[in-house]
Each structure stands twice: as structure tokens, then as C-alpha cells.
């Protein structure tokens, strides 16, 4: 998965108790369990290479303006929030909270956008962008 020294990441995004298990606050029914195993088969082979697993998770405060559209899900601290064990996170993994429901909502000035980039730095040269 690696281009020469080149590092790739795997983007995770919202595999969340409050919309993978049943009777959870957004659930996506017992279809969304069956992407996991590829998911986890996905994360192993990216990790294998050397290469970055990100996990972009929804995160909410109590009373967020986003509960007008949607029931309450992903309020921080609770057991919604958290990813689905059933995927391998392991320490060195990077976890990017998002506060709508879309993760391009990450732009570069939004807090999720400067952790990504400041990891790179840290990693640069491995993360260089591709030559033109």
C-alpha cells in the first residue's frame, strides 16, 4: 500500500456504537455489520505496510444544533461515541472528531484538519505530497 517511501492512511469514518449496533440512536441495521470484517481485513493490510489508520469519529455535544435534523447520538463521553470493538485500534492510530455529519466538513481551518497536517509534519518526508 506504501508508494516507495510514500505513506497512505486508511480513513475509518463513523463506525460508531450509536450507528452499528442495534436499537443504538442512528442505527444502519444489521447491514452495516456486514462491512466490518472487510473493514477489519482493510485495517490489517494497511497496517502491515507501515501505512496510517485515521479514524474520523462523530462527536457531539448535549443540545448540539445538529439533534434538530437528528436524534441525539454521539454525545461525547457516552457509549455511542466510542468505535465498535470488534475493529483493531491500536494506540499509534490517529482519531479525528467531527461535529457534522459529513466528514468533508473537515476544511483547513477546522481543529480535525490541523491534527492530520500536524501529524504529517511529523512524519514528513514519508507524507509529502506527490510531485506534480
Known amino acids: 500500500m506504501t508508494d516507495g517511501n510514500r505513506m497512505k492512511a486508511l480513513l475509518i469514518i463513523d463506525i460508531l456504537h450509536d450507528f452499528i449496533d442495534k436499537d443504538r440512536a442512528l442505527t444502519c441495521g444489521p447491514t452495516a455489520r456486514k462491512i466490518i470484517p472487510f473493514i477489519r481485513d482493510k485495517i490489517r493490510a494497511f497496517r502491515s505496510e507501515g501505512n496510517l489508520i485515521v479514524f474520523i469519529r462523530d462527536r457531539h455535544e448535549a ?16 457509549y455511542g461515541t466510542r468505535i ?3 475493529l483493531p485500534v491500536l ?11 459529513e466528514a468533508s466538513s473537515i476544511t483547513r481551518s477546522s481543529k480535525p484538519y490541523c491534527v492530520l497536517r500536524q501529524w504529517m509534519k511529523s512524519m514528513s518526508p514519508r507524507c509529502a505530497p506527490p510531485s506534480a
Open 63 to 78: 443540545g448540539d444544533p445538529e439533534f434538530q435534523m437528528f436524534p441525539p447520538h454521539c454525545v461525547e463521553n457516552t
Open 84 to 86: 465498535i470493538e470488534e
Open 91 to 101: 494506540p499509534g492510530d490517529l482519531h479525528i472528531d467531527k461535529k457534522r455529519f
